[in-house]
């Protein structure tokens, strides 16, 4: 069975650095097919994709928050890592990892962790 | 950037047929995904690749793509439709894109 789960604080400060884990089971992430994406969605709002990283550990990151978010992953620990500095109260939102399975660029995202809420607030 | 644009909601009765519609520039030259998201639970894929059913997705889902629009249809609608439902494409100059989403209200 394939699944993702996300971790990590619930509660950050402003200006603080967000660290999230993914960790996915039932699949490797070294496997050439599949690629793990972080999207987000504020409260009552659309979902934004934030960032890619690809099997061969190539990185993607959206523009608007390119200079604050770093992917990583640990194949060996099946894990996934999203960094977000200078967290702002806007920041606040549920956050999903999800898989993209087959062709990583246009292949849609097959599989969702269940998501994690983080709050931005002093 | 592309922009994907939905209608924020769509009504419809039980057993009449929903259509959601995504605006987007070309669209029909790009793969086209759409996601399910019923109230505190992650979004679902129900419909891939503009017209293709990941499997347990009833086949009262279907979607279509052409020209600048692409739609997800759902036949036969029930209760347990209602949700919202999100379009997504790759696009080269804005990575992966989602619509606004659309409010799905079964009457």
């Known amino acids: 069975q394939v699944t993702l789960k996300e971790s990590g604080p619930v509660l950050v400060k402003p200006t603080e650095t967000l660290t999230l884990t993914c960790t996915v089971s039932?699949?490797?992430?070294?496997?050439?097919?599949?690629?793990v994406s972080w999207i987000r969605q504020p409260p009552g709002k659309a979902l934004e994709w934030l960032a890619h990283?690809?099997?061969?550990?190539?990185?993607s990151y959206s523009t608007s928050l390119k200079s604050r978010l770093t992917i990583s992953k640990d194949t060996s620990k099946s894990q996934v890592v999203l960094t977000m500095t200078n967290m702002d109260p806007v920041d606040t939102a549920t956050y999903y990892c999800?898989?993209?399975?087959?062709?990583?660029?246009?292949?849609?995202?097959?599989?969702w962790g269940q998501g994690t809420m983080v709050t931005v607030s002093s | 950037s592309y922009v994907l644009t939905q209608p924020p909601s769509v009504s419809v009765a039980p057993g009449k047929t929903a259509r959601i519609t995504c605006g987007g520039n070309?669209?029909?030259?790009?793969?086209v995904h759409w996601y399910q998201q019923k109230p505190g639970q992650a979004p679902v894929l129900v419909i891939y690749?503009?017209?293709d059913r990941p499997s347990g997705i009833p086949e009262r889902f279907s979607g279509s793509n052409s020209g600048n629009t692409a739609t997800l249809t759902i036949s036969r609608v029930e209760a347990g439709d209602e949700a919202d439902y999100y379009c997504?494409?790759?696009?080269?100059?804005?990575?992966?894109?989602f619509g606004g989403g659309t409010k799905l209200t079964v009457l």
């Open positions: 999800a898989r993209i399975y087959g062709d990583q660029v246009v292949g849609a995202f097959d599989i």
């Open positions: 039932g699949f490797s992430l070294s496997n050439a097919r599949m690629g």
């Open positions: 990283i690809f099997s061969n550990d190539e990185k």
């Open positions: 070309n669209i029909g030259s790009k793969s």
């Open positions: 690749y503009d017209s």
């Open positions: 997504q494409v790759w696009d080269s100059s804005s990575d992966w894109v």
